[in-house]
C-alpha cells in the first residue's frame, strides 16, 4: 500500500459532534439517536476510506446492543421512577424481575462497550491518537461497574474521551503501512 493524505474533517467534525450527542443513550432521546446516527454515518466513511471494515461492523454491533440495554434500563427506571425507595416498599414478588433485568441490561451494555472498544482500538491504529485507546478502557470498564452504578459516569467519561479524539484528529490524515501501528493491551 502505498502512502498517501485523506482528507477526513467532515468525518471528524460528524463523529465528534456524534459521540457528544449520544452521551445521553440512557435516555433513547431523539438527540441521543441523532448522535448514534452521525456517529454511524462517519465511521462508515471511515472504515471505507482506510478500507477497515471492522471499524463499521463494530459500532454497528455496539450501537445495536446500546439500544437494546437502553430498552431494558428505561424499563428498570419505568418500573421504579423514584428510585430505591419505591424499589425496598415493592412487594417482593416484583423485585426479582427487576433486578433481573437490570443485570441484562449491564450484561448488554458490557458487550456493546466490548464492540466500541474494539472499533476504537482499530482508529487508534489507523489515527495514532491516543485518546482513543483512553476512552475503550474507560468504556468498557465503565460497562463492567455499572452494576455498582459508578461505573455509568465512568461510561460517560469514556464517551467524553472519544469526542475528544476525535475533534484532535487533523483534517488530512497520512495512511498507509508505515501508519498503522499495532495497540497491545497490558
Same mark, same amino acid.
Given at each position: 500500500?502505498?502512502? /498517501?493524505?485523506?482528507?477526513?474533517?467532515?468525518?471528524?467534525?460528524?463523529?465528534? &459532534?456524534?459521540? @457528544?450527542?449520544?452521551?445521553? =443513550?440512557?435516555?433513547?432521546?431523539?438527540?441521543? %439517536?441523532?448522535? =448514534?446516527?452521525?456517529?454511524?454515518?462517519?465511521?462508515?466513511?471511515?472504515?471505507?476510506? !482506510?478500507?477497515?471494515?471492522?471499524? +463499521?461492523?463494530?459500532? #454497528?454491533?455496539?450501537?445495536?446492543?446500546?439500544?437494546?440495554?437502553?430498552?431494558?434500563?428505561? !424499563?428498570? =427506571? =419505568?418500573?421504579?421512577? %423514584?428510585?430505591?425507595?419505591?424499589? +425496598?416498599? *415493592?412487594?417482593?414478588?416484583?423485585?426479582?424481575?427487576?433486578?433481573?433485568?437490570?443485570? @441484562?441490561?449491564?450484561? @448488554?451494555?458490557?458487550?456493546?462497550?466490548? !464492540?466500541? #472498544?474494539?472499533?476504537?482500538?482499530?482508529?487508534?491504529?489507523?489515527?495514532?491518537?491516543?485518546?482513543?485507546?483512553?476512552?475503550?478502557?474507560? &468504556?468498557?470498564?465503565?460497562?463492567?461497574?455499572?452494576?455498582?452504578?459508578?461505573?455509568?459516569?465512568?461510561?460517560?467519561?469514556?464517551?467524553? +474521551?472519544?469526542?475528544?479524539?476525535?475533534?484532535?484528529?487533523?483534517? #488530512?490524515?497520512? +495512511? /498507509?503501512?508505515?501508519?498503522?501501528?499495532?495497540?497491545? @493491551? *497490558?
Amino acid at each position: 500500500m502505498e502512502m /498517501g493524505e485523506m482528507d477526513i474533517k467532515t468525518e471528524k467534525l460528524m463523529a465528534g &459532534v456524534g459521540a @457528544l450527542f449520544s452521551l445521553t =443513550w440512557l435516555t433513547l432521546s431523539p438527540i441521543a %439517536i441523532a448522535g =448514534w446516527v452521525l456517529l454511524l454515518i462517519a465511521l462508515k466513511r471511515f472504515s471505507l476510506k !482506510f478500507a477497515r471494515t471492522e471499524i +463499521y461492523q463494530d459500532i #454497528r454491533e455496539a450501537m445495536i446492543l446500546a439500544i437494546a440495554s437502553g430498552f431494558v434500563f428505561l !424499563f428498570v =427506571w =419505568w418500573r421504579f421512577p %423514584i428510585g430505591f425507595i419505591r424499589f +425496598y416498599s *415493592e412487594e417482593s414478588s416484583l423485585i426479582i424481575p427487576t433486578m433481573i433485568s437490570f443485570l @441484562l441490561g449491564c450484561l @448488554l451494555l458490557i458487550a456493546s462497550s466490548h !464492540f466500541l #472498544r474494539r472499533c476504537l482500538l482499530s482508529l487508534k491504529e489507523i489515527t495514532g491518537e491516543d485518546f482513543f485507546l483512553k476512552a475503550g478502557e474507560l &468504556v468498557f470498564l465503565g460497562s463492567l461497574m455499572s452494576i455498582i452504578l459508578v461505573g455509568f459516569l465512568i461510561y460517560s467519561i469514556g464517551q467524553i +474521551y472519544q469526542a475528544i479524539a476525535f475533534f484532535l484528529l487533523p483534517d #488530512r490524515l497520512e +495512511y /498507509g503501512k508505515e501508519k498503522r501501528e499495532e495497540v497491545v @493491551l *497490558e
